[in-house]
C-alpha cells in the first residue's frame, strides 16, 4: 500500500511538473500558441490569465496572417484554439503587447 501511495505521489508531481510551461518551439500541449483564437466561456483548449508583467508568453492582436509565436487574430468562428480567461490557476499567462511578441 505505501508503494502504491509513493508511486501515485510521483507521478502526480511530474504531471504538476510539467504544467504551465510553453516549450521552446511555441507550443503548450503540441498545439502553436499562434494563429486564429476564440475566446471562449466554457470548454477552452487553454485557460489564460492577462498579467501586467512576467508573462509567460507575450501576445499581439494582429489583423493579417498571425504565423509567428504569440501573434493571435481574435476570431468569431473556426480558430485554431480557443481560449478562456481566468483569475486563478491558469494554464499560462499572456500580456497583451504592441511589438515584439513572443516568448519572454
Not at 505505501?2 to 502526480?12: D, E, G, R
Not at 509565436?69 to 499560462?92: A, K, L, N, R
Request: charged share 20%.
Amino acid at each position: 500500500m505505501k508503494k502504491y501511495i509513493l508511486t501515485m505521489t510521483l507521478l502526480a508531481c511530474a504531471a504538476l511538473a510539467g504544467a504551465g510551461e510553453i516549450a521552446d518551439d511555441c507550443t503548450y500541449n503540441g498545439i502553436p500558441l499562434y494563429g486564429r483564437v476564440q475566446v471562449v466561456e466554457f470548454m477552452a483548449d487553454f485557460t489564460v490569465q492577462k498579467v501586467p508583467f512576467r508573462p509567460d508568453l507575450r501576445v499581439q492582436n494582429t489583423v493579417f496572417s498571425p504565423n509567428k509565436c504569440g501573434e493571435w487574430q481574435f476570431v468569431e468562428f473556426m480558430p485554431d484554439f480557443t481560449i478562456q480567461y481566468v483569475e486563478f490557476s491558469p494554464d499560462f499567462t499572456i500580456q497583451m503587447v504592441d511589438f515584439f511578441p513572443g516568448l519572454p
